[in-house]
C-alpha cells in the first residue's frame, strides 16, 4: 500500500488525487460524503413481498398471480378481488428471524501492499454478523427492534348493487435493515441500516366483466423512509502510498508542518455518516386481470407500477479524530486573502436530496387443478431493477468542495460530480425469476401448501458487495389453510430463505478491488469476501366475513 501498483490489464493512472491529497481536506470530504448515502436502498428488492405478512402467498412461493389471496390481491392481482364477497376483515402477523454472516480472509496481493507500508488491517482473517433488526419510522428514525415481528390487516365489501368489490389494506411490500457492534467489521458497510416502505392507504376494487373474466385495480399511497449509519475507511494504494510517506518525511525529518498532524490509516475509519431520508407520499398503481374459463384452469397476469421517488432528509458527516487533526492543520495552514477557509472539519450537516426510482414489477402465470384435491400454481416474475444503474445526490446548497473536485474525479474516470450534486454508478440489471406452488385439499376444512422460489439476484458479478449481502436467494414455503366455519378463514405459513455468495478478492469494483483510481467506496479491497444469509419466517392471518 505503500505506493501505487501497476496490475496486469489495467492502466496506470498518474492520478489527479496526489495533488488533491496535497491540500487535505478537499479529497478526504468528498469520497465520503458521497460514498454511502446509497448503502441501504438496495435491501429494497431482495425483500419484495416477503413482509406482506401473507401466509397462503409465502407458503406458495409467491406463485398467486393466478391463485389471488384473499384481501392482499390488491398488491398481488387486484383481479382477485372480484372473488371477495359481502363485507370481510382480514388481521395478519409475522415473526422473522434472521442471520446474516460474513467473513473476510486478505490474498496474498493484499498482504505485500499491506506490509510494504506497514499496515495492518484488522478487517482480514475476522467474521461479522448481526445483533437483529432495525426499521426505519416516521420521526423517530432507525429503531432497533427486541423482535422482528409486526402486524398489518385490510378489509373489502362488495356492492351488491354493481358487483364490484372495493378494498383497503395496510402492508409492507418492501422492508429490511440490520444492526451490528460498533466494532464489527461489517460496519464500513453500515452499523444501522433500515429501510421501509408501507403503504397505508390503497384503495382497490376488483370486478368480473363476464362470468370468467375480471379485472381489478389499485392506488397505494406509501410512506417510504431510509436510515444509514455507517464508519467509512478507504483502504486505497493512492491514500496508502500518501499516508507511507508522510509518516516517513515527519517522522524522519521530525518536520512540524501542517501533513504531519493526524492520521489517514486506509485500514481504519475516517468517519462515520448518518442518513435519514425519506418521502411521506410515494404514489403507485397495480392492474390484473384473471381468467378463469374453467374450474380447474385460471390465468393471471399483473402489473405494479414504479415511482420516481425524491428522499428527502439529512446526511451528518463525523470526522475520526486522527482525520479531524489532518483537516485541521492543514486548514490552518492555508489563508486566502489572508483568513483561513471557513471549513468545519469536525462534523457536517447537509441537506440532502435522493433521487431514487422504484422498480416497476411485471408478474404471469397459472393455476392448474392436476386431480381435484391437487393444484398446481406457476408464476413468471420480471423486475426492472436496472433503473438502479445510477443514482443521484443533490444538495440544497452549492457546496465549494464539490465543485473544485469535479474536474479532478472527471480525469481519474468518476465523472458526475458537481457543486450540487453526485451522480453514483450502479450498473444494476433486471431481474426473472420463476416461482411454483402446490396446493392439496385435505378435505374441506383443512388445505396444505408447498412452495418454491428461487430469485436470480439483480447485482452483476463485478458489482457485489457486503451492502447489499446476497447472491441468488432461494425461498422454500409451507402451510395451510383452515376454515372452521363458512365465514372464517385461518392461514398460517413457514418460510425458509437462503442466500450465499463468495466473492473473491479483486472482483468488484463495490467490494473488494485493488484498483488504484477505485477509490469513491471500496471498504474491503483485497478480501475474499463470503456471506450467507438464512431467514426463518412464521406467518399468521385470519379472514372472517359478514
Same mark, same amino acid.
Given at each position: 500500500?505503500?505506493?501505487?501498483?501497476?496490475?496486469?490489464?489495467?492502466?496506470?493512472?498518474?492520478?489527479?488525487? &496526489?495533488? *488533491?491529497?496535497?491540500?487535505?481536506?478537499?479529497?478526504? #470530504?468528498? *469520497?465520503?460524503?458521497?460514498?454511502?448515502? #446509497?448503502?441501504?436502498?438496495?435491501?429494497?428488492?431482495?425483500?419484495?413481498?416477503?413482509?406482506?405478512?401473507?401466509?397462503?402467498?409465502?407458503?406458495?412461493?409467491?406463485?398467486?398471480?393466478?391463485?389471488?389471496?384473499?384481501?392482499?390481491?390488491?398488491?398481488?392481482?387486484?383481479?382477485?378481488?372480484?372473488?371477495?364477497?359481502?363485507?370481510?376483515?382480514?388481521?395478519?402477523?409475522?415473526?422473522?428471524?434472521?442471520?446474516?454472516?460474513?467473513?473476510?480472509?486478505?490474498?496474498?496481493?493484499?498482504?505485500?501492499?499491506?506490509?510494504?507500508?506497514?499496515?495492518?488491517?484488522?478487517?482480514?482473517?475476522?467474521?461479522?454478523?448481526?445483533?437483529?433488526?432495525?426499521?426505519?419510522?416516521?420521526?423517530?428514525?432507525?429503531?432497533?427492534?427486541?423482535?422482528?415481528?409486526?402486524?398489518?390487516?385490510?378489509?373489502?365489501?362488495?356492492?351488491?348493487?354493481?358487483?364490484?368489490?372495493?378494498?383497503?389494506?395496510?402492508?409492507?411490500?418492501?422492508?429490511?435493515?440490520?444492526?451490528?457492534?460498533? &466494532?464489527?467489521?461489517?460496519?464500513?458497510?453500515?452499523?444501522?441500516?433500515?429501510?421501509?416502505?408501507?403503504?397505508?392507504?390503497?384503495?382497490?376494487?376488483?370486478?368480473?366483466?363476464?362470468?370468467?373474466?375480471?379485472? $381489478?385495480?389499485? =392506488?397505494?399511497?406509501?410512506?417510504?423512509? +431510509?436510515?444509514?449509519?455507517?464508519?467509512?475507511?478507504?483502504?486505497?494504494?493512492?491514500?496508502? $502510498?500518501?499516508?507511507?510517506?508522510?509518516?516517513? =518525511? *515527519?517522522?524522519?525529518?521530525?518536520?512540524?508542518?501542517?501533513? *504531519?498532524?493526524?492520521?489517514?490509516?486506509?485500514?481504519?475509519? !475516517? /468517519?462515520?455518516?448518518? !442518513?435519514?431520508?425519506?418521502?411521506?407520499?410515494?404514489?403507485?398503481?397495480?392492474?390484473?386481470?384473471? #381468467? @378463469?374459463?374453467?374450474? #380447474?384452469?385460471?390465468?393471471?397476469? /399483473?402489473?405494479?407500477?414504479?415511482?420516481?421517488?425524491?428522499?428527502?432528509?439529512?446526511?451528518?458527516?463525523?470526522?475520526?479524530?486522527?482525520?479531524?487533526?489532518?483537516?485541521?492543520?492543514?486548514?490552518?495552514?492555508?489563508?486566502?486573502?489572508?483568513?483561513?477557509?471557513?471549513?468545519?472539519?469536525? @462534523?457536517?450537516?447537509?441537506?440532502?436530496?435522493?433521487?431514487?426510482?422504484?422498480?416497476?414489477?411485471?408478474?404471469?402465470?397459472?393455476?392448474?387443478?392436476?386431480?381435484?384435491?391437487?393444484?398446481?400454481?406457476?408464476?413468471?416474475?420480471?423486475?426492472?431493477?436496472?433503473?438502479? &444503474?445510477?443514482?443521484?445526490?443533490?444538495?440544497? @446548497?452549492?457546496?465549494?468542495? !464539490? /465543485? =473544485?473536485?469535479?474536474?479532478?474525479?472527471?480525469?481519474?474516470?468518476?465523472?458526475? +460530480?458537481?457543486?450540487?450534486?453526485?451522480?453514483?454508478?450502479?450498473?444494476?440489471? &433486471?431481474?426473472?425469476?420463476?416461482?411454483?406452488?402446490?396446493?392439496?385439499?385435505?378435505?374441506?376444512?383443512?388445505?396444505?401448501?408447498?412452495?418454491?422460489?428461487?430469485?436470480?439476484?439483480?447485482?452483476?458479478?463485478?458489482?457485489?458487495?457486503?451492502? +447489499?449481502?446476497?447472491?441468488? +436467494?432461494?425461498?422454500?414455503?409451507?402451510?395451510?389453510?383452515?376454515?372452521?366455519?363458512?365465514?372464517?378463514?385461518?392461514?398460517?405459513?413457514? /418460510? !425458509?430463505?437462503?442466500?450465499?455468495?463468495?466473492?473473491?478478492?479483486?472482483?468488484?469494483?463495490?467490494?473488494?478491488?485493488?484498483?488504484?483510481?477505485?477509490?469513491?467506496?471500496?471498504?474491503?479491497?483485497?478480501?475474499?469476501?463470503?456471506?450467507?444469509?438464512?431467514?426463518?419466517?412464521?406467518?399468521?392471518?385470519?379472514?372472517?366475513?359478514?
Amino acid at each position: 500500500m505503500a505506493m501505487i501498483q501497476v496490475r496486469k490489464n489495467h492502466t496506470l493512472i498518474r492520478n489527479p488525487l &496526489d495533488s *488533491c491529497l496535497g491540500f487535505g481536506y478537499l479529497s478526504f #470530504w468528498l *469520497c465520503i460524503s458521497i460514498s454511502l448515502v #446509497w448503502a441501504s436502498l438496495v435491501w429494497a428488492q431482495p425483500g419484495q413481498d416477503i413482509f406482506l405478512a401473507n401466509a397462503k402467498a409465502l407458503s406458495l412461493g409467491h406463485a398467486v398471480t393466478a391463485d389471488p389471496p384473499g384481501i392482499d390481491s390488491i398488491h398481488f392481482n387486484p383481479a382477485g378481488l372480484a372473488k371477495l364477497r359481502d363485507l370481510q376483515f382480514e388481521f395478519k402477523g409475522v415473526y422473522a428471524d434472521v442471520s446474516l454472516t460474513g467473513q473476510f480472509q486478505s490474498s496474498p496481493e493484499y498482504d505485500r501492499l499491506l506490509s510494504i507500508g506497514n499496515f495492518h488491517d484488522q478487517v482480514s482473517g475476522s467474521n461479522s454478523k448481526i445483533n437483529g433488526i432495525t426499521i426505519f419510522l416516521p420521526k423517530a428514525g432507525l429503531v432497533d427492534l427486541p423482535a422482528a415481528a409486526a402486524g398489518m390487516g385490510g378489509i373489502s365489501w362488495e356492492s351488491k348493487k354493481y358487483g364490484i368489490t372495493f378494498a383497503d389494506a395496510v402492508y409492507a411490500p418492501l422492508a429490511g435493515g440490520v444492526n451490528r457492534d460498533d &466494532d464489527d467489521p461489517g460496519r464500513y458497510s453500515y452499523r444501522r441500516v433500515g429501510v421501509t416502505r408501507l403503504t397505508y392507504f390503497s384503495p382497490s376494487f376488483g370486478v368480473y366483466l363476464t362470468d370468467t373474466l375480471a379485472v $381489478g385495480a389499485s =392506488l397505494g399511497a406509501s410512506y417510504f423512509g +431510509v436510515g444509514d449509519e455507517t464508519d467509512v475507511r478507504f483502504p486505497n494504494t493512492i491514500l496508502g $502510498g500518501f499516508e507511507n510517506v508522510r509518516r516517513g =518525511l *515527519c517522522g524522519a525529518f521530525g518536520l512540524q508542518v501542517s501533513v *504531519c498532524a493526524g492520521s489517514l490509516d486506509p485500514t481504519q475509519p !475516517l /468517519a462515520s455518516i448518518e !442518513l435519514a431520508v425519506q418521502d411521506p407520499l410515494s404514489l403507485t398503481f397495480n392492474l390484473g386481470v384473471l #381468467w @378463469e374459463p374453467t374450474d #380447474w384452469f385460471s390465468w393471471g397476469a /399483473a402489473y405494479q407500477s414504479g415511482a420516481r421517488d425524491k428522499l428527502r432528509g439529512t446526511l451528518k458527516l463525523k470526522y475520526s479524530e486522527g482525520t479531524r487533526k489532518f483537516l485541521q492543520d492543514t486548514v490552518d495552514s492555508v489563508t486566502v486573502n489572508g483568513r483561513h477557509p471557513n471549513i468545519n472539519t469536525k @462534523e457536517q450537516t447537509l441537506k440532502t436530496t435522493i433521487d431514487f426510482p422504484y422498480p416497476q414489477h411485471f408478474s404471469t402465470g397459472i393455476s392448474v387443478k392436476v386431480v381435484p384435491q391437487w393444484k398446481f400454481n406457476m408464476d413468471l416474475k420480471w423486475t426492472e431493477t436496472s433503473v438502479w &444503474d445510477q443514482w443521484t445526490i443533490r444538495f440544497d @446548497e452549492p457546496v465549494d468542495i !464539490l /465543485a =473544485l473536485a469535479g474536474p479532478i474525479l472527471s480525469l481519474l474516470g468518476a465523472p458526475g +460530480v458537481s457543486a450540487n450534486q453526485v451522480i453514483l454508478p450502479r450498473g444494476y440489471q &433486471d431481474a426473472w425469476n420463476l416461482s411454483f406452488g402446490v396446493e392439496h385439499q385435505l378435505n374441506d376444512q383443512l388445505v396444505l401448501r408447498m412452495g418454491y422460489e428461487p430469485r436470480k439476484s439483480h447485482i452483476p458479478d463485478n458489482k457485489r458487495d457486503f451492502i +447489499v449481502p446476497l447472491g441468488d +436467494v432461494d425461498i422454500y414455503g409451507m402451510g395451510l389453510g383452515y376454515r372452521p366455519t363458512s365465514d372464517t378463514d385461518i392461514d398460517l405459513a413457514l /418460510a !425458509l430463505i437462503k442466500s450465499h455468495q463468495y466473492i473473491p478478492s479483486d472482483t468488484s469494483d463495490n467490494a473488494n478491488s485493488l484498483n488504484v483510481n477505485n477509490f469513491i467506496y471500496n471498504p474491503y479491497a483485497g478480501q475474499n469476501i463470503t456471506t450467507d444469509l438464512n431467514v426463518s419466517l412464521f406467518l399468521l392471518s385470519y379472514r372472517t366475513r359478514f
